[in-house]
């Protein structure tokens, strides 16, 4: 089982960016891919980015392309998320989820949940 535990969340005008965190520990060589995933109130959760721990290869949902970055530190176990240009449809809590393959992962199923963190953006 893998343990992640995510952090940077915070509240933040229109425009601006925040970095989330996402600390993964545990059996981590057993996650091949690692997601960000976001829930707004009152909506289903969705797919935000994910990343290939290896090979780098990321993926990313068409409303946040060219405004996030997802990115991994191998060496802490550590994957991030850079968001720029927050728009207030972009508040939600996000959370970041482990997964062996990338499929299951891009349809909300993983082996672990982070407990997320606040994202709120203000207009």
């Known amino acids: 089982q893998v343990q992640l535990v995510e952090s940077g969340g915070g509240l933040v005008q229109a425009g601006g960016s925040l970095r989330l965190s996402c600390a993964a520990s545990?059996?981590?060589?057993?996650?091949?891919?690692m997601g960000w995933f976001r829930q707004a109130p009152g909506k289903e959760r969705e797919f935000v980015a994910a990343i290939n721990w290896s090979a780098g290869s990321t993926y990313y949902a068409d409303s946040v392309k060219g405004r996030f970055t997802i990115s991994r530190d191998n060496a802490k176990n550590t994957v991030y998320l850079q968001m720029n240009s927050l728009k207030p449809e972009d508040t939600a809590v996000y959370s970041c989820a482990a997964a062996k393959n990338l499929i299951p992962l891009l349809r909300l199923v993983a082996d672990s949940w982070g407990q997320g963190t606040q994202v709120t953006v203000s207009s």
């Open positions: 545990g059996r981590t060589f057993s996650s091949a891919v």
